[in-house]
C-alpha cells in the first residue's frame, strides 16, 4: 500500500510487520522517532507478543538484545553516533557470539566537536566488529533492508546493522510501499535459533576461548560473512518475487555499462549523485554511479566487476578515516583491478554539510579531466582552516579549535541548514 | 519539479507545513519529498523547511536553492534570513502578514515578479479564529492552494485530516479554508487592478 510517511515511521511500521518479540532502546537523535513509534504499537496492544524494554543507556540497549536474542526472541533496537560508540563493546560481543540482533543506526556524525547532523562516521567507526552492515538510498529501501536483515540475520546467525541517513531518511516524508503482513510473514518465517538458553535444554552461551581455538572462532566468523555474500544477493532475489520490487543486494550499477569515470557512494547522496550524473550525461559525459547498499561483508568481487572498465573511480564518503583519508575509498582501491592511482576520495557532507549537485559538478568535471586530486575535501573552506593554523603558528595558547573556528566564522551557534 | 521553501519560526509548524504539502500532493498522485532544515530545535529560532512535488520519483536530497515558490510564516525574519534566496523570476510569494507588500518596504523587490505569483494574508489572525493558537501553517497551506494552483483545497484538507484529531483538525480545515478564500479575492482584485492598469 502506497503511503507518504516520515522515513522514521515506515521503518518502525517494516520493523512491526516482522514480528520483533523484543524491542530495546535508548532515545538518541536521529533514531528516536522510530523506537517511539513501536513504543506507542507495543502499548497499544498492536504488536504481541513484544517486550519493549526502556533501557538506562545504549550499552544496556544491545546487551538486553543480546539477552533477548539468546532466550531465542527476535530483538531489535536502534542507535546512533555516540550511542553506538557507547554501546561498542557489547556490539562485538554479539557478532562474536552469533546473535540475529537487527539493528537500526540512523547515521550521524561523531563528536567532539558535538554535532548531531548526518553523516557515516558512527557506522563506519563499527566495520570490523563482525556485524553485516546495509545501506538504504531512499526510505523505500531503509523499509526493505530491515525486513531482508532479519531473514539474514537469522539464516546466517549474525547481527545486521541497517543504516540510514539520519535527518536525510528519518525525518523525509516520501512515498513508500508499505508490505502486507502476509508478504512478510511469506519472507520471514518464525526465529529458529541455532542456540539457544533453555532451562529444559541447558547451554553455557559466550566461553572463554583461549589462544587453542580464537583464531578458529574469529575464522569461522569470516566464513560466515563470506557466506553473507552468496546469500545476500539470492534473498533480495527472492524479496523482489515476493514484494515485486527489487531492493537490497550487494551493490547497485546505474549508467555504468560504458562509463569511464564511476561514481561510488553509500546512502542517500546517491540520489542526488544519480542526477547529477543524468545532467552530465546530458552533457555528453560517459559518467556512471556504483552505490554500495552492503558495505560489510564487503563486496569484492561485485565491486570490482562493476568498475572493471572505468578508467577513473570517485569515491564519495561521508566518512574519514583521521590520517589516512577514505574508509570506503581505501575499500574501493583494494578492489579495482586497475592503477590505484585512478581511484579518487571525495570527503564529503562530515557532519550534515549539504552536498548539492553543483558542488558534484565540479569534482565530476575535474575527475573526467584528469585533475581530481587523490583525496578531496568536497567545498572544504580552506581560508577558514588557514586562520586556524596561522593562529596556532604566532601563539602557543591558540584557544579550543572549535569555539574559535565558530568565532572566525561570526557565529555564536552553528548555523541551520 | 516544483519546489516550495517554507521560513518560519520553531514553534510555527513550518516543519508540520511542509509535510502536509507532501502528503497533499501524494493524494494527488504526484510523487512528493518534506524535510526540515535540522538542527537543535528551540522555539522562536529561525527553522526552514523543504518540499518538492514531481510527477516523477523525486532523488535529490540537497536543500532548496532555488524554489519556485516561498512561504513566509513570519514576516520579521525578513530582516534576519535571507528567505528570497535563489527564487525562481516566476517564483510565488506568500508571507504571512495583515499587511501590504509595500508595507513591508518590499513594493521595489516585488516589482521583479510577477505580480499574480505574490500575495499577503493574516494567517495568524485566521489561525486564531479557527485554532485559537497562533499557527498559521495550515491556513498558508489553504493560501499556497489557492495562489499556485499546485494542489487543491480539497487535498490540503484531506492531509490535515489525516495528520490532526478530528477537533484540531477541524479547525485548521476552516482556517486553510478561509485562507484559501482570502487568496482567492485577493487575487481577483490583482487581476482586476491589471486589466484596469
Redo the contacts between chains.
Keep these: 500500500m502506497?503511503k507518504?510517511v516520515?522515513g522514521s515511521a515506515a521503518v518502525a511500521e517494516a520493523i512491526a510487520l516482522c514480528r520483533p518479540q523484543v524491542i530495546c532502546a535508548y532515545p538518541i537523535s536521529?533514531q528516536t522517532h522510530i523506537v517511539e513509534a513501536l513504543g506507542r504499537r507495543v502499548d497499544a496492544g498492536e504488536l504481541t507478543p513484544c517486550e519493549f524494554v526502556n533501557v538506562e543507556s545504549e550499552f544496556a540497549a544491545m546487551s538486553v538484545a543480546i539477552g533477548a536474542s539468546a532466550t531465542g526472541a527476535r530483538a531489535y533496537t536502534a542507535t546512533a553516533s555516540q550511542g553506538l560508540l557507547f554501546m561498542a563493546e557489547a556490539v562485538y560481543n554479539a557478532a562474536g557470539l552469533g546473535l540475529p540482533i537487527v539493528m537500526t543506526v540512523a547515521n550521524r556524525a561523531i563528536g567532539a566537536p558535538i554535532n548531531?547532523?548526518?553523516d557515516h562516521t558512527d557506522a563506519l567507526s563499527q566495520r570490523d566488529c563482525g556485524w553485516l552492515q546495509l545501506f538504504a538510498e531512499?526510505n523505500q529501501e531503509a523499509l526493505d533492508l530491515h525486513i531482508q536483515a532479519f531473514r539474514l540475520a537469522e539464516e546466517l546467525s549474525l547481527p545486521v546493522m541497517v543504516c540510514m541517513d539520519g535527518?536525510?531518511l528519518t525525518?523525509?516524508?516520501?512515498?513508500v510501499d508499505m508490505p502486507t503482513q502476509a508478504q512478510v510473514d511469506s519472507y520471514l518465517p518464525p526465529y529458529q535459533p541455532r542456540q539457544v538458553l533453555d532451562p529444559a535444554d541447558p547451554v553455557s552461551i559466550g566461553a572463554m576461548v583461549g589462544p587453542e581455538a580464537f583464531m578458529e572462532v574469529r575464522y569461522l566468523a569470516h566464513v560466515k560473512q563470506e557466506q553473507a555474500l552468496e546469500l545476500i544477493p539470492a534473498w533480495a532475489d527472492e524479496f523482489r518475487r515476493i514484494f515485486g520490487r527489487p531492493s537490497g543486494g550487494l551493490v547497485h550499477e546505474y549508467r555504468t555499462g560504458d562509463a569511464d569515470v564511476i561514481v561510488v557512494a553509500l546512502g542517500?547522496?546517491?540520489?542526488?549523485i544519480?542526477?547529477t550524473v543524468d545532467e552530465m550525461r546530458d552533457q555528453g559525459h560517459k559518467i556512471g554511479v556504483l552505490g554500495i547498499t552492503c558495505f560489510r561483508p564487503w563486496p569484492s568481487v561485485a565491486v570490482r566487476d562493476a568498475l572493471q572498465r572505468a578508467k577513473r573511480v570517485v569515491v564519495l564518503e561521508k566518512s574519514l578515516a583521521v590520517g589516512m583519508g577514505g574508509i570506503v575509498g581505501n575499500n574501493v582501491s583494494a578492489s579495482f583491478s586497475g592503477s590505484p592511482d585512478c581511484v579518487h576520495t571525495v570527503i564529503a557532507g562530515l557532519g550534515?554539510r549539504?552536498?548539492?549537485?553543483g558542488s558534484l559538478h565540479r569534482v565530476f568535471e575535474q575527475a573526467l579531466a584528469d585533475s581530481l586530486e587523490p583525496l578531496t575535501f568536497l567545498d572544504l573552506d580552506r581560508a577558514l582552516v588557514d586562520r586556524v593554523l596561522e593562529r596556532e603558528r604566532v601563539q602557543r595558547r591558540s584557544g579550543p579549535i572549535a569555539e574559535g573556528i565558530l568565532k572566525d566564522l561570526g557565529v555564536v551557534?552553528?548555523k541551520?541548514? | 519539479m516544483f519546489q516550495i521553501r517554507i521560513h518560519g519560526r520553531g514553534g510555527q509548524g513550518v516543519v508540520t507545513a511542509?509535510?502536509l504539502l507532501?502528503?497533499a500532493a501524494?493524494?494527488e498522485d504526484r510523487?512528493?519529498?518534506?524535510?526540515?532544515?535540522?538542527?537543535?530545535e528551540r522555539t522562536g529560532?529561525?527553522?526552514?523547511a523543504f518540499c518538492r512535488i514531481d510527477e516523477r520519483?523525486?532523488?535529490?536530497?540537497?536543500?532548496i536553492?532555488a524554489p519556485d515558490a516561498v512561504i513566509i510564516q513570519d514576516p520579521t525574519l525578513l530582516h534576519q534570513v535571507d528567505v528570497f534566496g535563489g527564487l525562481q523570476p516566476a517564483g510565488y510569494i506568500l508571507i504571512n502578514t495583515a499587511r501590504t507588500f509595500e508595507d513591508l518596504g518590499l513594493a521595489e523587490f516585488a516589482q521583479k515578479f510577477n505580480a499574480a505569483h505574490l500575495c499577503t494574508v493574516p494567517a495568524t489572525e485566521i489561525a486564531m479564529r479557527h485554532v485559537g493558537r497562533p499557527l498559521p501553517n495550515a491556513s498558508l497551506l489553504g493560501g499556497f492552494a489557492a495562489l499556485t494552483g499546485r494542489v487543491s483545497l480539497e487535498s490540503v484538507a484531506a492531509a490535515i485530516g489525516e495528520k490532526f484529531p478530528p477537533k484540531v483538525a477541524a479547525g485548521n480545515i476552516a482556517a486553510a479554508t478561509e485562507a484559501y478564500e482570502f487568496v482567492q479575492r485577493e487575487m481577483k482584485k490583482e487581476a482586476a487592478g491589471a486589466e484596469a492598469g
Excluded: C, M
Excluded at chain 1, 354 to 357: D, E, L, V
Excluded at chain 2, 57 to 63: A, K, V, W
Design positions: 502506497l507518504q516520515e536521529p548531531i547532523w548526518n531512499d535527518f536525510i525525518h523525509a516524508y516520501e512515498r542517500s547522496v546517491l540520489g542526488t544519480k542526477d550534515g549539504s552536498i548539492t549537485r551557534a552553528a541551520i541548514g | 511542509a509535510e507532501s502528503v501524494f493524494r510523487h512528493s519529498q518534506a524535510f526540515p532544515s535540522f538542527g537543535s529560532a529561525p527553522v526552514v520519483p523525486i532523488r535529490l536530497r540537497e536543500p536553492l
